[in-house]
């Protein structure tokens, strides 16, 4: 199982990003997938998930802001990030839903102004 993140940067607020993150090792196309970000000194937290039919979940705190899609044939999960604010600073991750192992390498993402 691998997870390979990219498409973070430094950001000033009110922008926007597109992660990616390329996924192998299991079956892709069954997996809830979802989008996970750690800040300093803080626990890791998912911000959203895509499940095989495409049913969306979001935080609250990025509700609105964020869009979680997928490619199946490119076993590739994706996130548009808009309206970025200081907080969403965090190193962000994909991983499976319902177990989550294999942690990638991330990619930073900072907004600062």
């Known amino acids: 199982v691998q997870f390979v993140e990219s498409g973070g940067a430094l950001v000033t607020p009110g922008g926007s990003l597109r992660l990616s993150c390329a996924a192998s090792g299991f079956i892709f196309i069954a997996t809830t997938m979802g989008w996970y970000r750690q800040a300093p000194g803080k626990q890791r937290e998912i911000v959203a998930q895509?499940?095989?039919?495409?049913?969306?979940i979001y935080a609250d705190s990025v509700k609105g802001r964020f869009i979680i899609s997928r490619d199946n044939a490119k076993n590739e999960v994706y996130l548009q990030m808009n309206s970025l604010k200081p907080e969403d600073t965090a190193v962000y991750y994909c991983?499976?839903?319902?177990?989550?192992?294999?942690w990638g390498q991330g990619t930073q993402v900072t907004v600062s102004s």
């Open positions: 895509i499940d095989r039919t495409s049913h969306l």
């Open positions: 991983n499976r839903v319902i177990i989550q192992t294999d």
